[in-house]
């Protein structure tokens, strides 16, 4: 079955420190949507990616789709305290169903 | 719009006891989900439902059940609790399966199996 693998599993970066997480499939996807869970909160939806090579932003967050649509990565630039949380890459495959695969998450700790 | 709502927030239970997490939307959403979250790690799709009445196994179903009788309902059955079942659990709902379709979830029901 697909698979999707996310690392690294725990980043630790001092506040104003960029971050980085990668998410790779085992299979070629139709999207992939990327999640925030705050501790002790439940997964709350960022951005999705469609196209081969997007890139799309939000302020200090920037994602890409890789151009085989088997990798993604989200970039946090300076990052801040409120950063904190774990964050989940989700692959849709071709014939899921609206099923998503959710990558095992990153856990970002940001140190003031 | 209260969204994706789940009871209980947190539940203990014995080896071998019985109980069901209850699930319920208001986004008049057709596809529902269940996930299963363990420490360090990522969401396990447990059943999911594409509406009333169509329910489907996902990646870990053992020791679950569930039911769709309504749009807005979507309980999940655990039959002889096991301490394998210690974990938070996520509902989860979306409208379709369309490629920009995204899933909301609930605040999660924390259960530990003693």
């Known amino acids: 079955g697909q698979q999707v693998m996310q690392i690294p599993q725990y980043q630790h970066v001092q506040e104003g420190e960029d971050f980085t997480t990668y998410c790779n499939s085992s299979?070629?996807?139709?999207?992939i949507q990327w999640y925030k869970q705050r501790p002790g909160g439940h997964p709350v939806f960022l951005i999705q990616?469609?196209?081969?090579?997007e890139v799309k932003k939000q302020k200090r967050l920037t994602f890409q789709f890789g151009e085989a649509k088997k990798n993604s990565s989200l970039h946090i630039t300076a990052t801040q305290t409120t950063d904190v949380g774990t964050y989940f890459c989700?692959?849709?495959?071709?014939?899921?169903?609206?099923?998503?695969?959710f990558g095992q998450g990153t856990i970002l700790t940001v140190h003031p | 719009n209260a969204g994706v709502t789940q009871t209980p927030k947190f539940r203990i239970l014995k080896i071998g006891q019985s109980m069901t997490l209850q699930c319920t939307q208001d986004?008049?959403?057709?596809?529902m989900y269940w996930y299963r979250q363990d420490p360090g790690m990522g969401l396990k799709l447990i059943y999911y439902?594409?509406?009333?009445?169509?329910?489907d196994k996902g990646e870990v179903p053992n020791g679950y059940n569930v039911s769709r009788s309504t749009t807005e309902d979507f309980p999940l059955r655990l039959e002889l609790a096991a301490p394998s079942q210690t974990s938070v659990y996520f509902c989860?709902?979306?409208?379709?399966?369309?490629?920009?379709?995204?899933?909301?979830f609930g605040p999660g029901t924390r259960l530990t199996v003693l």
């Open positions: 989700a692959g849709r495959g071709g014939t899921s169903y609206g099923k998503l695969t």
């Open positions: 989860a709902s979306s409208y379709g399966t369309g490629i920009t379709d995204t899933q909301y």
């Open positions: 990616l469609v196209k081969s090579g």
């Open positions: 439902s594409v509406g009333a009445g169509i329910t």
């Open positions: 986004m008049n959403h057709n596809y």
């Open positions: 299979t070629t996807l139709s999207n």
